[in-house]
């Protein structure tokens, strides 16, 4: 099964995916664990040119074109051999990104990222995705108090991009909504990943 997180930055997904994984390894399941961009060594070192700070110059088209790439490479050497293997696979964002920011947010125009995204994908969909809903300032305020997190190129975006990236995904969840669960991120952490694991175990027994 092929299960991602999703949600604006500062949503708190990252942290909770960890806590599902290390719930459901516990629990017997056989699980990875990945992010995107990146996930590989090569989608990776695309991770780097998309989010790093110097890369002002990084246009719009190219940033899209460079995470359907980043993502084709991860599919192939990671994640469809561990779904061929029966294994759960846990990703830190996926296809619904880059149809928030790269299509609404960039402007770009949702249809046209998910038609490169399906090109580069070969029409793969997550089995099931978890939407980690909180409002794009309380994100931007949570992303500012974390000492430990380096601002990335799209962290330091203006407040009307994140709002547009916010809007997107808003957009995205109308479209799947029988694959999107939504979760209310504002919530204390407990009661999220309490509520991540509840719907993830429900999928799986079912």
């Known amino acids: 099964m092929f299960i991602t997180f999703e949600g604006p930055d500062g949503s708190g997904k990252s942290t909770v995916i960890k806590a599902v994984y290390e719930r459901l390894i516990n629990d ?16 990776e070192k695309i991770r780097d040119v998309i989010l790093d700070n110097s890369n002002t110059a990084l246009d719009a088209r190219t940033e899209a074109l460079l995470y359907a790439a980043s993502r084709r490479q991860h599919l192939v050497e990671k994640i469809w051999p561990a779904i061929k293997e029966g294994k759960i696979v846990l990703c830190d964002r996926f296809l619904d990104s880059s149809l928030a920011y790269q299509g609404e947010g960039r402007k770009l125009g949702i249809e046209n990222i998910l038609n490169v995204n399906l090109f580069a994908t070969e029409n793969t969909y997550p089995d099931l995705t978890l939407f980690f809903n909180i409002s794009p300032e309380e994100g931007l305020k949570r992303v500012s108090k974390d000492k430990k997190r380096v601002a990335d190129r799209l962290d330091n975006e203006n407040a009307n991009f994140h709002q547009e990236v916010y809007n997107g995904f808003l ?36």
């Open 171 to 206: 957009k995205v969840n109308s479209m799947y909504k029988d694959r999107i669960q939504v979760i209310d991120a504002t919530k204390s952490l407990n009661e999220v990943i309490e509520n991540a694991y509840k719907i993830i175990k429900s999928k799986l027994e079912n």
């Open 28 to 43: 017997g399941y056989s699980v990875i664990l990945t992010r995107e961009p990146g996930g590989t060594p090569i989608a």
